[in-house]
């Protein structure tokens, strides 16, 4: 059954007593053109058209996307090393939520140390985190807290790009499906509610992979009530398994585009959405989606209005859609594969590498992207299936369905 284009689900009554509101936000990182605001003071204008909305929650979680730091130590990776200076805690602030989820693939961007000062800055400030810590013990655990007589458990997870935390190294929670899913049934057995937030996935693919969408219902399936997963910088869809909701990308929440000159108001990157959850101690009764935009100025979000809001409710439906056919799911994520957006596989037909760079300290950084093809899930998965449609010779026949795929890549219902 497709989400409803209404944007509100109702999964059951809930029930009288014990009751709350929770609100999750997407990908969030307070960088360019947000700093000279944050500096000037205007924090609150940033947050002051969705201000309403985030009062309306008992519980705020947000996906929090840099360490918080001056050091100049950006780690050996491939793609860019974020971090934000630690005043940038003011929009957290004017943010005004509880819960900050580290488990990403930037959260160790400047080494071990400014992991362990951004936890530290966090809870000094009121904020609860989950996703990283001092060594992999620590980030391992889950956040457990009590709120208007529920009982909250969160496990926060990341693929394994860079960053991970270590047994002796601080860094972000990196996913091992197998004991995540012990680690949802032990914690469902000492919460009233289990929530699972991953981070990953391919990036501004709009329908999830089969392998994200088997692992979030496996999580489900060992007892979380709630699944969700962010990292893709643009919408996908949502579906309920087993009777509970799982939201396979949130999309940006505010994330200002420092690579872009001029404004694409149909790139999803400025366009994305908030989810709020009516939940009780039977987990989640109801779920509502609130489309939230920001500019290329990055001066405000803003909730989605009428006719906008209504053609985005309307695409949500119709990507939640694919989720009810296993073959479709399995089209679209082949067609991913056998698309130019699949770096990836660009990277291995060119197989630029030779057996000497690897003795080689002045090679390593360019030879990042490998290891990430290899060790992050996402990208793993993608290779894995071009190497298949490459040696099934099924490339040019997943192709076809690129045109489709495409078209629900761009946001061409946002007029501003």
Not at 257 to 274: C, E, I, K, L
């Amino acid at each position: 059954m497709s989400f409803p284009k209404s944007g509100i689900q109702e999964l059951r009554s809930a029930s009288a007593q014990d009751s709350l509101t929770l609100l999750f936000a997407g990908d969030f990182c307070p960088r360019g053109n947000a700093q000279q605001l944050i500096t000037e003071g205007k924090s609150a204008e940033i947050m002051a058209p969705i201000q309403n909305i985030l009062r309306s929650a008992d519980v705020s979680m947000i996906q929090f996307e840099t360490p918080l730091t001056n050091a100049d130590t950006p780690i050996c990776k491939s793609g860019p090393n974020l971090k934000c200076p630690p005043e940038s805690i003011e929009l957290l602030k004017a943010w005004g939520g509880q819960v900050t989820l580290l488990a990403n693939n930037h959260t160790g961007d400047l080494g071990p140390e400014p992991v362990v000062e951004t936890i530290r800055l966090l809870q000094q400030n009121g904020f609860r985190t989950v996703g990283a810590g001092e060594n992999l013990h620590e980030a391992r655990k889950p956040l457990i807290f009590m709120e208007k007589n529920l009982t909250i458990g969160v496990i926060n997870v990341a693929e394994n790009e860079f960053g991970g935390a270590l047994p002796d190294q601080a860094g972000a929670n990196p996913l091992f499906p197998f004991y995540n899913l012990g680690q949802v049934r032990e914690l469902k057995q000492q919460v009233d509610l289990c929530i699972v937030v991953t981070h990953g996935g391919n990036e501004h693919n709009p329908i999830p992979s089969p392998r994200v969408v088997s692992m979030s219902r496996a999580f489900v399936e060992a007892g979380a009530d709630l699944v969700i997963n962010v990292h893709t910088h643009c919408p996908q869809g949502i579906e309920t398994w087993q009777g509970k909701p799982i939201v396979y990308s949130l999309g940006n929440f505010f994330f200002p585009n420092v690579w872009a000159d001029q404004y694409d108001s149909n790139n999803f990157w400025y366009t994305g959405y908030m989810l709020r959850c009516q939940a009780d101690k039977k987990g989640i009764a109801r779920i509502e989606v609130i489309p939230t935009h920001f500019g290329l100025p990055a001066t405000c979000i803003e909730p989605l209005q009428n006719d906008e809001k209504n053609a985005f409710l309307g695409y949500l439906s119709d990507i939640s859609a694919v989720l009810d056919d296993w073959n479709q799911i399995m089209r679209f994520h082949e067609a991913w594969a056998a698309s130019p957006a699949n770096y990836v596989a660009s990277f291995i037909r060119k197989a630029e590498w030779k057996e000497d760079d690897f003795q080689n300290p002045d090679k390593k950084q360019a030879l990042m992207p490998l290891r990430n093809i290899f060790t992050c899930e996402a990208h793993h998965e993608l290779v894995c299936t071009w190497l298949k449609l490459f040696e099934q010779n099924r490339l040019e026949k997943a192709a076809e369905a690129i045109p489709d795929l495409e078209k629900w890549k761009q946001a061409t219902f946002i007029n501003h």
